[in-house]
C-alpha cells in the first residue's frame, strides 16, 4: 500500500484544506445545527436528522482519508456520503431557498475528492507503465546460458578468457 503513495504538493495540499473549511462550514456547523434542530423542536421529521448525520460521519471519515492520501478508499465513501447529503438537503432546499448557501459547499467536498482520486490514479498508471517500460528494457540473459547478458539499447562485446601462457623452462645447455 505504501508503494502507492506519493508525496504531496501544493494542489492536493490546496484541494484538501478546501475541502476541510467547506466541510467545516457545511458538514459540520450547519449540518450540526440542522442535526439538533429536527431531533428537538421537530421530532416528526428526526429521519433527516439521521441521514444527515449519517452523511456527515461518512464525510468526515472521507476527509480523515484524505489527509492520509488514501485517495482510492476515499472517494467511494465520499460519493455515497456526498449522495445522502445532497438527497437530505435538497428536500430542505425545495422548501427554503436560503439554505442553499448552508449546504451547497458540500460538492466542494466532492470535487475536491474527484480531482485528487484522478490524480492518484494517474500517478498510479504512470507509475506501473514506468514499471513495466524498465522490465521490458531490462538486461535480460543470453539463451544460450553461457552467462553473456545482451542489452539492446548498450551492446558491449563479451571480455575473451586469455589463457595462460606456459612458462619455458630454460632447458640446460649441454656442453658436447
Given at each position: 500500500?505504501?508503494?502507492?503513495?506519493?508525496?504531496?504538493?501544493?494542489?492536493?495540499?490546496?484541494?484538501?484544506?478546501?475541502?476541510?473549511?467547506?466541510?467545516?462550514?457545511?458538514?459540520?456547523?450547519?449540518?450540526?445545527?440542522?442535526?439538533?434542530?429536527?431531533?428537538?423542536?421537530?421530532?416528526?421529521?428526526?429521519?433527516?436528522?439521521?441521514?444527515?448525520?449519517?452523511?456527515?460521519?461518512?464525510?468526515?471519515?472521507?476527509?480523515?482519508?484524505?489527509?492520509?492520501?488514501?485517495?482510492?478508499?476515499?472517494?467511494?465513501?465520499?460519493?455515497?456520503?456526498?449522495?445522502?447529503?445532497l438527497i437530505q438537503a435538497g428536500q430542505l432546499?425545495?422548501?427554503?431557498?436560503?439554505?442553499?448557501?448552508?449546504?451547497?459547499?458540500?460538492?466542494?467536498?466532492?470535487?475536491?475528492?474527484?480531482?485528487?482520486?484522478?490524480?492518484?490514479?494517474?500517478?498510479?498508471?504512470?507509475?506501473?507503465?514506468?514499471?513495466?517500460?524498465?522490465?521490458?528494457?531490462?538486461?535480460?540473459?543470453?539463451?544460450?546460458?553461457?552467462?553473456?547478458?545482451?542489452?539492446?539499447?548498450?551492446?558491449?562485446?563479451?571480455?575473451?578468457?586469455?589463457?595462460?601462457?606456459?612458462?619455458?623452462?630454460?632447458?640446460?645447455?649441454?656442453?658436447?
Open positions: 500500500m505504501n508503494k502507492l503513495r506519493y508525496d504531496d504538493w501544493a494542489l492536493t495540499i490546496f484541494l484538501k484544506i478546501v475541502a476541510l473549511l467547506a466541510f467545516l462550514w457545511s458538514g459540520f456547523f450547519w449540518s450540526g445545527v440542522t442535526i439538533i434542530n429536527f431531533y428537538q423542536f421537530n421530532t416528526a421529521e428526526s429521519y433527516r436528522a439521521t441521514g444527515f448525520l449519517i452523511a456527515s460521519i461518512l464525510l468526515l471519515i472521507s476527509i480523515v482519508l484524505m489527509f492520509l492520501r488514501m485517495y482510492i478508499i476515499q472517494f467511494p465513501v465520499c460519493v455515497v456520503g456526498s449522495v445522502i447529503y432546499i425545495d422548501k427554503i431557498e436560503s439554505y442553499t448557501v448552508r449546504y451547497i459547499f458540500e460538492i466542494v467536498i466532492l470535487i475536491a475528492s474527484i480531482i485528487l482520486f484522478m490524480l492518484h490514479l494517474a500517478w498510479v498508471i504512470s507509475s506501473t507503465m514506468a514499471e513495466n517500460e524498465k522490465i521490458n528494457t531490462a538486461p535480460a540473459e543470453s539463451i544460450i546460458g553461457d552467462g553473456i547478458t545482451v542489452n539492446y539499447h548498450e551492446a558491449k562485446k563479451p571480455e575473451k578468457k586469455r589463457k595462460k601462457k606456459k612458462s619455458k623452462k630454460a632447458e640446460p645447455e649441454t656442453g658436447e
